[in-house]
T-cell receptor, first 111, second 110 residues
Framework: DGGITQSPKYLFRKEGQNVTLSCEQN?????MYWYRQDPGQGLRLIYY???????QKGDIAEGYSVSREKKESFPLTVTSAQKNPTAFYLC??????????FGPGTRLTVT | KQEVTQIPAALSVPEGENLVLNCSFT??????LQWFRQDPGKGLTSLLL?????REQTSGRLNASLDKSSGRSTLYIAASQPGDSATYLC?????????FGKGTRLSVIA
C-alpha cells in the first residue's frame, strides 16, 4: 500500500524543547517537502529536498532543520528557536512535475 | 514570482447544485496545475492534475479546465453532495516547489 506516513498524529511539547516529526514515503519519489498550515492561512513551505543528501530552505525555514539521508525519509526538527511552533505540519512528495501527494499531517502543540 | 489566487474564499450551496471554483495564476510558464481537497484536520488529497498540454481533465463528477494563456483554471463539481464539503486548493507546478492558492471552503447544505 503506497503512500506517505507521518508520525505521530498529535504531539505535545514544552516550550524550549526540540521535537522531530517523522515523514516516510514508499512511492519512490525523489522530492520531498515540509509545509506548515495555520488556521485561516495557506500552506507555507518550510524545507524541501529534491535528492538524497541535499535540501533547500523554503519561505519560513528559520527555527527548523531537516535531513535527507535516505530517499524514503525526510524528518523535520522544530527547534527551540522557532517562535511560534504550534501548527499543523504536512509532509509531501512527488516525482518530477507529476502529482504531489501529502501525508495525513502532524498537529504540534507547544505550551 | 508566481502568485495563485482562489475566488471565492468560501461558498455555500444547496445539495444538487452544480458549481464552479476558480483559480488564477500570474505566470503562465507552468508545467501542470493540480487540484486538491482538504477535510478539516486532514492532509491534502489530490483530485486532478492537468498537464500544460491538456485543456481539461475529468474524474467522476469533477471536471477541471486549464487556460494557460489567461492564467486561469476552473474546477467544476456536478450535482454537489454534502460529502463534497471541504476546502479545495489549486497549485501551480513549475520548476520550483508547488505554489498554492489559499483555497475555497465549500459547504454543501442538505
Amino acid at each position: 500500500d503506497g503512500g506517505i506516513t507521518q508520525s505521530p498524529k498529535y504531539l505535545f511539547r514544552k516550550e524550549g524543547q526540540n521535537v522531530t516529526l517523522s515523514c516516510e514515503q514508499n512511492l519512490n519519489h525523489d522530492a520531498m517537502y515540509w509545509y506548515r498550515q495555520d488556521p485561516g492561512q495557506g500552506l507555507r513551505l518550510i524545507y524541501y529536498s529534491q535528492i538524497v543528501n541535499d535540501f533547500q530552505k523554503g519561505d519560513i525555514a528559520e527555527g527548523y532543520s531537516v535531513s535527507r539521508e535516505k530517499k524514503e525519509s525526510f524528518p523535520l526538527t522544530v527547534t527551540s528557536a522557532q517562535k511560534n511552533p504550534t501548527a499543523f505540519y504536512l509532509c509531501a512528495s512527488r516525482s518530477g512535475t507529476l502529482e504531489q501527494y501529502f501525508g495525513p499531517g502532524t498537529r504540534l502543540t507547544v505550551t | 514570482k508566481q502568485e495563485v489566487t482562489q475566488i471565492p474564499a468560501a461558498l455555500s450551496v444547496p445539495e444538487g447544485e452544480n458549481l464552479v471554483l476558480n483559480c488564477s495564476f500570474t505566470d503562465s510558464a507552468i508545467y501542470n496545475l493540480q487540484w486538491f481537497r482538504q477535510d478539516p484536520g486532514k492532509g491534502l488529497t489530490s483530485l486532478l492534475l492537468i498537464q500544460s498540454s491538456q485543456r481539461e481533465q475529468t474524474s467522476g463528477r469533477l471536471n477541471a479546465s486549464l487556460d494557460k494563456s489567461s492564467g486561469r483554471s476552473t474546477l467544476y463539481i456536478a450535482a454537489s453532495q454534502p460529502g463534497d464539503s471541504a476546502t479545495y486548493l489549486c497549485a501551480v507546478v513549475g520548476n520550483t516547489p508547488l505554489v498554492f492558492g489559499k483555497g475555497t471552503r465549500l459547504s454543501v447544505i442538505a
